[in-house]
């Protein structure tokens, strides 16, 4: 008989968005005419920017010649993207990151999924909680979170780090020291941020205890203000025990197109082992990097005009967060985020997170996330993304209203 393993079946029921994905669909059926609004799954909604399309037609031209047709790309990615992204991501925030540091991919989602792969079976992990699921399910595959207590929602062998109102959704220092630490700055999905000050927190921690720190940094683009930092390397120690994660998805809109970046520095070791030169041999082996297509639309990213109309995206997508934030505020809601992320968080007062999903949908037409996908301190929460249309954005606003009346 074909042996499986064994730790899959140990993952509750099926991933977040594919079961919202399933309730929308069942529900849309039973009312076709329902207008349905989605701001639940993180996706763009806005068309690659006019710079970026032109780079992707040029690179398709260039396949279609002799003279510049690319094969297989190098398994690190290009010299030309690696180093634009070391001179615009990091140096030019003061950051000793070198193109040799830098990783391309097919996205941050891989990337955060696959780096458990360099840890042994028995390293702990802590994860805020809540926070992207992905971090808890990958380690699940991997057999390294012990056995799942339905009751409570939580892993036997997870350091879990709450995130709550009471503590202003910053995580603390945890109990017992873990191996592998996560964090998303911006967070999803609470949208709440950590400072220079708190993150140097961590790296001091980290450092101190010989535990590496995986900063997911998908949704740095909207940052607004300047005491975030955009990047973990702008904490001094970070380069000898971070790993930070990077997209072009929310911020250029390649989540159709798919792109992104892992850095892992030199400096980062186990003993006498090299985290870097174990993340370059897994690349060359288990290639999930992006071809040259990709990675000459992110290379026009950083060009002049690629910058000025990234950044007008983000702009657009924070105004509908920000419309959100001020529209659910205004109608008596407890809600957070909405400034340093497009990511919205409501609580659902005495409803749980899934039974808010089944009223909003039911009775607005508007789809969420309920917040217990994230963890279980994400129970009684809800998040909403700006990623919608302006226009739609407004109506659910509206109808999300009317649910107070």
């Not at 990091?90 to 955060?112: L, M, T, W």
Request: charged share 25%; net charge negative; with cysteine.
């Amino acid at each position: 008989m074909i042996k499986i393993n064994e730790n899959y079946l140990k993952l509750p029921g099926s991933y977040l968005f594919s079961t919202i994905a399933k309730k929308v669909k069942a529900y849309q059926e039973a009312h076709p005419d329902a207008d349905i609004i989605r701001l639940g799954i993180g996706d763009v909604t806005l068309p690659i920017a006019p710079s970026i399309v032109k780079a992707l037609h040029e690179a398709v031209d260039e396949m279609g010649q002799a003279s510049t047709f690319h094969g297989y790309a190098p398994d690190l990615g290009y010299d030309f993207l690696r180093e634009a992204i070391a001179k615009a991501d990091y140096q030019e925030r003061g950051c000793q990151i070198e193109a040799d540091e830098i990783f391309v991919s097919d996205g941050a989602k891989s990337d955060c999924g696959n780096i458990q792969e360099l840890f042994a079976e028995d390293a702990r992990i802590a994860v805020c909680d809540p926070v992207y699921p992905v971090y808890v399910d990958s380690n699940v595959m991997a057999g390294r979170t012990g056995q799942y207590d339905s009751v409570s929602g939580t892993w036997s062998n997870v350091i879990y780090l709450p995130c709550t109102m009471e503590n202003g959704f910053v995580p603390a220092l945890p109990d017992q020291v873990p191996d592998m630490i996560y964090l998303c700055n911006p967070c999803n999905p609470t949208g709440t941020t950590l400072t220079k000050d708190e993150l140097k927190v961590w790296v001091d921690y980290a450092n101190a205890n010989g535990a590496v720190i995986l900063y997911d940094a998908a949704y740095e683009a909207y940052i607004t203000e300047e005491e975030i930092p955009h990047t973990i390397y702008e904490v001094e120690g970070a380069r000898t025990c971070a790993i930070e994660f990077r997209s072009y998805s929310k911020n250029a809109g390649f989540t159709g197109v798919r792109l992104g970046f892992t850095v892992v520095p030199k400096d980062l070791k186990s003993g006498e082992a090299s985290l870097h030169d174990m993340w370059a041999r897994r690349h060359g082996t288990k290639y999930n990097g992006a071809p040259y297509i990709q990675q000459k639309a992110g290379l026009a990213v950083y060009s002049e005009e690629g910058r000025r109309e990234v950044k007008e995206q983000v702009a657009y997508y924070m105004r509908n967060a920000r419309t959100i934030y001020d529209g659910l505020k205004e109608a008596g809601y407890d809600v957070v985020g909405g400034v340093n992320s497009p990511y919205v968080w409501l609580h659902t007062g005495e409803q749980t997170s899934w039974e808010f999903f089944d009223t909003l949908l039911d009775k607005a037409h508007v789809v969420g996330t309920p917040g217990s996908g994230f963890g279980p301190s994400g129970e009684h929460y809800f998040r909403l993304t700006g990623f919608g249309t302006y226009e739609n954005t407004v109506k659910a606003v509206e109808r999300i209203k009317n649910l107070k009346k």
